[in-house]
């Protein structure tokens, strides 16, 4: 795979290919300019005119690794290490169009399999070097972004082949380097499919779904990926850890659960075997309107709990519903919800969980809004580039909590928000991941930057992480903890558990090398 070539036509400082940049609708600006005060920033430093700290490891440490990976895979040069260099948080594309890259890797390395990548580690822990395991580059939560600045990236890219179908067993073992585009194209080539679409499905991996415990929009009917997961394979510094080997065992604690969100700090996922599915027959998207968000959430919940359960359910509160995020089918206030149904022959669970809603209060807005949805559903993060281009600053945050909580968690958090941007925001909200004991709440903020925008944020977020804590909801559904969420993570597991997981990475990375600063407070 030629990873220039393919980096060369992401835009920089931007969420993905410049060819798929989206224009913000007519209704949302002139709601933007009704709302708030907004100015164009100037255009974003190009890339070629951002400075990049310089590489120092020295000739010792570069020559060790050229001769383990190759030398070509040894990767030096400004735009590789400018582009691994962090995520894709607002923060960090702010950073990156104003030329800013603080922090580099000193080199990116391309390991063609897992014994180059125990290579690299035993190499980087023998002078020592920090080592940012690197699939998408799509964290939101400083998840790239050490606190050691001599590191190098790990990027899986060369890992990206399916190592075996399991027809029978319904399973595929997949490298962590295989982008989920590509991912889905193998397996439908055997008529399977993995059923995982996340917002950031475009250029994220199979390891980066494992290693942050990523949710897809689909979840209500096919999981989480950590549920998909039957084993996987992990590259530490002491060694390879193999977990599961069955369907299921109680063969002690599932080790398989160490490393599924463990976000790079405990080892390098090298390939996962995950749970696949035939692909569907017939797929069916509608919508439906609500009066208001609670009378929604009690149709979602009686789905989620008694049934029957659509593929995606996604129930947009009154603001998110206003705006239109999701195309929404009335004019009148209220609620949207997203209801899609995938499988061999949908139109009785289609039926069935229409006479659920409707006794909900639920009024049916046909098949357009959930059609809409599904044509737009990877647009969100190429808006915010459009909005950014505005002047406006736009940012996600994600939880979850118990049914029981969740109205109070939602208002809460939207009052922290508000509270802590005084002059002005649109704070959206929807339920996009239910279980039968709760759902997920994802919130987006539009706001004026103001003159330090990174600051500005960096405080309403941590208002509205104290709510999300203080009304026991978890500080991350599916973002992970990165370096954002470590201080509120440490909170919510506890002292016990603190020390628990240092000792676990201790035990792994005696050296301290894997992603530090990252997950393990």
Same mark, same amino acid.
Request: proline content about 7%; charged content about 20%; aromatic content about 6%.
């Given at each position: ?24 609708? &007519?209704?949302? $600006? ?7 005060? %907004?100015?164009? !920033?100037?255009? @974003?430093?190009? *890339? +070629? /005119? ?115 179908? &399991?027809?029978? $067993? ?7 380097? %295989?982008?989920? !585009?590509?991912? @889905?194209?193998? *397996? +439908? /080539? ?115 709990? &008694? ?215």
């Amino acid at each position: 795979m030629n990873m220039e070539g393919e980096a060369s036509t992401v835009g920089w400082a931007r969420w993905g290919a410049t060819k798929n940049a989206k224009a913000l609708p &007519d209704s949302a $600006s002139t709601l933007l300019a009704q709302v708030l005060e %907004l100015t164009p !920033p100037p255009p @974003a430093v190009p *890339l +070629a /005119e951002v400075t990049v700290p310089d590489c120092e490891l020295d000739d010792t440490v570069l020559s060790a690794l050229r001769r383990a990976l190759g030398a070509e895979h040894v990767v030096t040069t400004h735009d590789a290490r400018a582009r691994h260099a962090s995520g894709m948080s607002t923060p960090d594309l702010l950073r990156h169009r104003h030329g800013e890259v603080p922090v580099a890797p000193q080199a990116v390395l391309r390991p063609a399999d897992h014994a180059e990548v125990l290579s690299i580690l035993g190499l980087c822990s023998r002078y020592p070097v920090a080592v940012v395991p690197f699939g998408g580059g799509t964290s939101v939560v400083g998840g790239l972004t050490p606190s050691a600045t001599r590191h190098v990236a790990v990027d899986l890219s060369r890992l990206d082949n399916v190592v075996a179908i &399991d027809p029978l $067993s319904r399973t595929a073992t997949l490298q962590a380097g %295989l982008r989920a !585009p590509r991912a @889905a194209e193998l *397996l +439908a /080539e055997h008529g399977f499919t993995l059923g995982h679409v996340p917002q950031s499905y475009e250029y994220a991996t199979i390891g980066g779904f494992a290693a942050t415990r990523s949710s897809g929009q689909a979840s209500a009917g096919y999981g989480r990926f950590d549920d998909m997961v039957m084993a996987l394979t992990v590259a530490t510094p002491r060694g390879t850890v193999r977990a599961g080997r069955a369907p299921a065992s109680a063969a002690g604690p599932d080790l398989r659960q160490l490393f599924l969100g463990s976000e790079g700090a405990l080892g390098v996922i090298t390939d996962v075997t995950v749970r696949i599915r035939p692909l569907p027959a017939q797929s069916h998207y509608e919508g439906w309107w609500f009066e208001s968000f609670a009378d929604g959430l009690h149709a979602v919940r009686r789905l989620a709990q &008694d049934g029957p359960r659509p593929t995606v359910l996604r129930l947009s509160d009154e603001v998110e519903t206003m705006i239109g995020a999701t195309g929404s089918g009335r004019a009148d206030g209220g609620c949207q919800l997203i209801a899609g149904y995938e499988g061999t022959d949908v139109l009785p669970t289609v039926e069935a969980a229409a006479d659920v809603l409707a006794a909900h209060g639920g009024v049916p807005l046909g098949d357009e809004p959930g059609h809409q949805w599904a044509r737009h559903r990877f647009d969100a993060p190429y808006l915010r580039d459009a909005l950014l281009d505005a002047g406006a600053f736009a940012e996600t945050l994600e939880t979850a909590a118990y049914w029981s909580a969740l109205p109070e968690v939602h208002d809460r958090v939207r009052l922290a928000i508000l509270d802590a941007l005084p002059d002005g925001a649109l704070v959206l909200a929807h339920v996009s991941h239910v279980y039968e004991t709760g759902a997920s709440l994802y919130f987006t903020v539009i706001c004026s930057p103001g003159s330090d925008p990174v600051e500005r944020w960096r405080k309403a977020k941590a208002a509205a992480s104290d709510a999300i804590a203080a009304a026991g909801a978890t500080i991350s559904h599916h973002h992970g903890v990165g370096a954002d969420h470590r201080p509120w993570y440490a909170a919510e597991i506890g002292d016990v558990a603190v020390d628990l997981l240092r000792s676990v990475k201790q035990q792994l990375d005696p050296a301290g090398i894997l992603n530090p600063g990252i997950l393990v407070p």
